[in-house]
């Protein structure tokens, strides 16, 4: 039961050239960094990437985008990665983009054994009628086109076919877990981790505080151990190493007091 690893670079040690990842993360939260950097020095290429978006320039997945690892992403937000819309508009990889609440389903659905489903979402446009871009040509054109996909009617409105979606490995981040592999995530971090860890066929997490087993209370556990295979604890540095997506700040206004004081 104890599924606990020494290292990040001992639970990616197998993952070879080809497979295909499902990785957590929404944006820059829960984004499993220290997995991803692991699996950068360990070399694997030609990887399939399930996620809701690919990093950033830099971070996250990217660092394996900008290294020519990645061969084709399923997700729903290219964002402001502009290494991955060059290499998406220049051919050099195939991007299949879905709607994002219908991407979080195809991942549930497959972790949990669910083959395909209908939704509403797409009918009526390329995501159900086929003929969007996953590959484009040097020269500009579309080499690859996605399929035209079934639609029914239920009670008087169109739904579109979707698959359930399950991948060979699955790359996640949680704020706390146990050696059981019972995972606890933080916020955001929440929205795609979940998902993308029941979708693999062999599930990794990088906790940020690793527990004994039955310190978590089991009405707080947002994903069951049965869904994990390996557990990388994170030293106190690679926790905090947390990037900002967007740095807001505001101008903080000065008032001055003034004193009336009487006179005689």
Not at 145 to 160: C, D, L, Q, T
């Amino acid at each position: 039961m104890d599924k606990v690893v020494r290292s990040a670079e001992e639970a990616v040690a197998d993952i070879g050239d080809g497979v295909c990842l499902a990785v957590g993360g929404f944006g820059l939260s829960g984004v499993p960094d220290t997995l991803i950097q692991a699996l950068f020095l360990q070399g694997a290429s030609r990887l399939g990437v399930v996620s809701n978006n690919c990093g950033v320039d830099g971070g996250g997945l990217g660092i394996l985008l900008a290294a020519g690892r990645i061969a084709r992403v399923t997700g729903s937000y290219v964002g402001e990665n502009k290494e991955f819309a060059r290499q998406y508009l220049a051919g050099e990889l195939e991007l299949e983009l879905i709607p994002q609440g219908t991407l979080a389903e195809r991942l549930r659905a497959g972790g949990c054994g669910i083959p395909a489903f209908f939704t509403p979402a797409g009918v009526g446009t390329p995501v159900a009628e086929g003929g969007m871009a996953w590959r484009y040509a040097p020269d500009g054109s579309v080499a690859v086109a996605s399929p035209p996909k079934e639609v029914r009617e239920f009670n008087g409105r169109g739904h579109v076919l979707e698959h359930g979606i399950t991948t060979d490995f699955a790359l996640v981040r949680a704020a706390r877990g146990d050696r059981h592999g019972n995972l606890v995530f933080a916020k955001a971090a929440r929205n795609f981790n979940p998902l993308a860890a029941m979708a693999g066929r062999i599930t990794i997490a990088e906790v940020e505080e690793l527990v004994e087993p039955g310190v978590l209370d089991p009405d707080a556990v947002h994903l069951p151990g049965a869904f994990v295979q390996r557990v990388v604890a994170l030293t106190p540095d690679q926790a905090a190493d947390k990037q900002i997506e967007k740095r807001t700040v505001r101008t903080v206004r000065t008032v001055r007091t003034v004193r009336m004081v009487p006179t005689a």
